[in-house]
């Protein structure tokens, strides 16, 4: 290199470009060559290569560690309960009475609860969310979709407690006077709620996967003198069919993991509806049982072991769900990348002895599901499709046909904007006049019904700072390590299952992890620690998942560049990989924020008590927090009117505020960057 | 034409991705100071090889080689090799132009950088004068600041030479660097190669065989991972020792 930096000046003698050039300094001389090319340099710098990656892969493992954990630690406390009854008796049975003289613990209508809610959740989430879908993707303006799209990840922004909430106050009292019965609380207010909390998650899914048909299918059907409708209904939805199954399969897994605001408007009455069909009958769920029981069972008796038991079978239910899911869009990835080479964590050979018992048994259970779901939806969109079956068959002109199904798409996307509207309305209105100082800043006093809420503030800012600091590293690292040190293989694809698996896990059953293993079993105590670790693990694999879409966003030739100057692996993925991922990281950081900050579930256990005077001084005491106070006050405290919606509106802003700053990093740095 | 020695020799390089065999059997010598291309048709294996030059090929999973290439006297294929060190003395540039999302500046100071260099005035002089011997000093001196993704395709790829001039490497490896850009811009790198060969051997992977018999000293011709023909550009051109070579050149297939 000396050699050729010497010739530079006095090389040919002729002058190039016609500028006079500067003599470059030389890299070399900079003092860094004597350490960086001796044999100390290059020691040092293949330690800090290394360093880096045992690092990165520690987290992983942790990371996989921790998810495997879980799983094993949930069956082990579950399987004693066989002591008591057979895993028949306990799936079968359909008495579900763990307190009385002789107990009796069948889950079999709370699975039937579960399953019912859901069905009625979809009902109403199908029709409205595939349309809600179409309108967004193919009819919106430019103008109204920037405001459409948002406005739906918005209501995904609600924290379910609100929704319960809501719920509670507004729609049950409705469907009492509307219905005429004597308590709202029912199977249909369960149905409503979930319904509209599933939309967010049916539209996205459904919309990203509709706008990736490409645009050559659709100019090629307008260009045969299709309607707009036709294309749609012929090309685009059928193009994107797979797509929309996941996505109603994924606000299905949302619907079956929902505990609190089931718990407060389904009724919880473990009984299966009488007959069958009758919504305004209350029912209780896998969620709601673990919900209202864990928290007063006896550790160690027959009673806990069967709350266990009710949590791997939840956990079974939404696994299945899931995976379903994320088989199907899997599948639609391959087709999108035909020459990508198929990640294997099965040997073929095994693989192809277990597929057909693989897919038998989660088709099956699929196939149900579905089935169950798809039937309802067809009923309660019977009068739609009948009119518009009608108007295709009779060929009444296309135009026509076309009005009306656009018609029934504007319909839907109104329908979720007037759900939007309502909610927010009535917790905005209500809620302002109970903003003052004095509610931000003061302890409750009087059950809740005087004083502020302070210290749920800070409670709340505690838990999800203890559990974004727990996830943010190991996640991060994780991510890392499966995505810039590992070229495929068996184990980075375990570490994604298993993440995939975490994703998809209730929020109640990190409760009831937290619960058994880090207050009773680790001796933590109801603490703050103990909800900041619970927070952390549940929020873990969406960080994983949205840092490793991060960087696979990344192009490899930017790699590539970085690469062929020299620089080592770290310093690629230092200086050259993650400052452009960061926006992508962030956003996935803030949303986990946001999700943290809502989630009560997981805490109702693990780290809150309803009221304390004063804020804690150690990681070892409990915390008020906004979700659980909000969720108290409107079980259990008659006449804090003001108050509850005074909290209800602070920690919707504060969840909102915190999606909101997320949504507009994205979409700043989605305009800024195309490759 | 003097030759003044030969930079890069290879000695029977077999080269496998899983399965299938991309290199078989390669030797040649590549002349120092001289601009080489490597021609043929598409799958024939010229990148394959280039890569093989700075071991761009360890990124792919499941590449395996064989043989010895020689740089300055030292086999480069053992994994006793320090690649980092390497692709400092071999840089490259790629067939689509791959500016880091970055300002221009930071983008040629990125190689100095990562090398340990952290005076900026040093870095100034750097940046400026790599980008001089690109070509590209007075299209960008106002904007060195602003990002590199704004600059035009051909401005780009003349970035990306200046970001591997800056490193100062020995030889520069080049994948199709004009197949994404237009007839002008490509006039324009043209040029560039022609300036740059006085201080550098550059080594070219092209699929246009009037930009080969314009740019290059040498040729080498490929063809289903083989070394067919490789010569002095005028002979491999006007009197080429091979019928797979001339009908290639004469434009009977490929």
């Known amino acids: ?675 | 034409m003097q030759n003044n020695g030969n930079i890069l020799t290879t000695r029977d390089v077999n080269l496998h991705y899983g399965e299938s065999q991309a290199l078989i059997d390669v030797s040649i010598s590549i002349p120092k100071n001289r601009v080489t291309a490597l021609i043929g048709p598409s799958g024939c294996g010229k990148s394959t090889l280039l890569r093989c030059f700075n071991r761009m090929n360890d990124l792919v999973a499941n590449a395996r080689i064989t043989g010895e290439i020689l740089f300055e006297g030292t086999n480069i294929t053992g994994p006793e090799t320090d690649v980092v060190e390497l692709r400092k003395k071999i840089g490259m540039v790629f067939q689509k132009p791959n500016p880091f999302p970055a300002s221009i500046y930071d983008n040629i100071a990125y190689g100095p950088r990562v090398h340990g260099t952290r005076d900026r005035k040093k870095l100034d002089a750097i940046v400026e004068g790599s980008l001089k011997k690109a070509a590209l000093w007075d299209e960008v001196k106002d904007r060195l600041h602003e990002s590199a993704m704004g600059l035009s395709g051909g401005q780009q790829q003349r970035l990306c030479i200046a970001r591997t001039l800056a490193v100062e490497p020995e030889i520069i490896l080049m994948d199709e660097p004009c197949s994404a850009l237009d007839p002008i811009a490509t006039a324009k790198i043209e040029d560039l190669i022609d300036e740059l060969k006085k201080n550098y051997t550059v080594i070219i992977v092209t699929h246009n065989m009037q930009q080969a018999a314009r740019v290059s000293d040498y040729t080498g011709f490929m063809y289903l991972g083989k070394m067919i023909e490789f010569g002095e550009t005028v002979q491999i051109f006007e009197s080429p020792q091979e019928e797979m070579t001339n009908n290639y050149i004469t434009g009977r297939f490929g």
């Open chain 1, 1 to 675: 290199m000396q050699k050729r930096q010497a010739a530079v000046p006095n090389g040919n003698g002729k002058t190039r470009t016609g500028s006079t050039i500067p003599e470059l300094p030389s890299v070399i001389g900079d003092g860094f060559d004597a350490l960086h090319n001796s044999i100390t340099g290059r020691k040092y710098r293949n330690l800090r290569e290394n360093g880096m990656r045992s690092l990165w892969f520690i987290t992983a493992i942790f990371a996989v560690l921790a998810i495997f954990f879980i799983l094993f630690f949930l069956v082990l406390n579950a399987y004693p309960i066989t002591d008591s009854v057979s895993i028949y008796e306990f799936l079968a049975g359909e008495t579900w009475n763990p307190s009385g003289a002789s107990p009796a613990y069948g889950v079999f209508t709370l699975i039937i609860g579960t399953l019912l809610v859901t069905i009625g959740a979809m009902a109403i989430a199908i029709p409205l969310g595939i349309g809600s879908a179409i309108f967004i993707a193919e009819l919106a303006s430019p103008r109204v979709k920037n405001i459409a799209k948002p406005a739906i990840e918005l209501l995904a922004a609600i924290p379910s407690v609100v929704y319960g909430f809501f719920g509670l106050i507004v729609l049950t009292s409705w469907l009492r006077v509307t219905c005429n019965v004597p308590s709202g609380e029912s199977w249909l207010a369960g149905s409503i709620l979930l319904g509209i909390m599933a939309l967010p998650t049916i539209v996205s899914v459904s919309e990203d996967a509709i706008a990736a048909v490409p645009r050559g299918y659709k100019e090629g059907s307008l260009a045969m003198g299709a309607t707009h409708w036709q294309t749609i209904q012929r090309v685009i939805v059928p193009a994107a069919f797979s797509g929309i199954t996941a996505a109603v399969i994924l606000g299905m897994g949302r619907a079956i993991g929902e505990t609190m605001a089931v718990i407060m408007v389904a009724g919880n009455a473990a009984i299966i509806p009488d007959p069958i069909w009758n919504v305004l009958s209350p029912v209780r769920t896998l969620t709601g049982t673990l919900g209202i029981e864990m928290g007063e069972v006896a550790v160690g008796s027959a009673h806990y072991h069967a709350l266990f038991g009710v949590a791997v079978v939840l956990l079974a239910i939404a696994l299945i769900v899931n995976l379903g899911a994320r088989v199907i869009l899997k599948k639609i990835q391959e087709k999108q990348t035909a020459t990508g080479t198929r990640r294997q964590w099965l040997r073929p050979a095994t693989k192809d002895a277990i597929r057909p018992y693989a897919y038998a048994g989660m088709g099956a259970a699929l196939a149900a599901l579905l089935l169950l779901t798809v039937g309802a939806a067809a009923t309660a969109t019977t009068i739609a499709i009948v009119l518009a079956l009608a108007l295709v068959k009779r060929k009444i002109s296309a135009k026509t046909g076309q009005k009306v199904a656009f018609g029934l798409v504007y319909a839907s996307i109104t329908m979720v904007m007037i759900f939007l509207g309502i909610i927010l309305f009535d917790i905005i209105t209500n809620g302002i006049p109970a903003l003052s100082w004095e509610f931000l800043t003061e302890p409750p006093r009087n059950l809740g019904r005087e004083g502020g809420i302070g210290p749920a503030i800070v409670g709340t800012l505690y838990l999800v700072a203890g559990a974004i600091l727990t996830a943010l590293p190991i996640g991060i690292g994780a991510a890392i390590y499966l995505n810039e040190y590992t070229k495929g293989g068996r184990i980075p694809e375990l570490i994604r299952a298993g993440a995939d698996l975490l994703n998809g896990t209730p929020s109640i059953v990190f409760g009831l992890f937290g619960f058994a293993f880090l207050v009773l079993y680790l001796n933590f105590g109801v603490s703050l620690l103990a909800g900041m670790i619970t927070l952390g693990l549940m929020i873990l694999p969406t960080v994983i998942r949205t840092t490793e879409e991060a960087l696979k966003s990344i192009p490899d030739s930017l790699r590539e560049g970085s690469f062929a100057l020299g620089a080592t692996k770290w310093q690629t993925i230092w200086r050259c990989v993650l400052p452009p991922a960061v926006p992508g990281i962030l956003t996935g950081a803030i949303l986990s924020i946001g999700r943290a900050a809502g989630e009560t579930a997981p805490i109702l256990f693990t780290a809150v008590v309803f009221s304390k005077r004063f804020l804690p001084t150690s990681v070892t005491e409990p915390v008020m927090a906004l979700p659980y106070h909000l969720f108290i006050l409107a079980t259990n405290v008659p006449g804090a009117s003001q108050n509850q919606y005074g909290t209800a509106l602070v920690l919707l802003l504060l969840v909102m505020g915190i999606y909101l700053i997320a949504i507009v990093i994205r979409n700043h740095y989605q305009k800024a960057i195309t490759w």
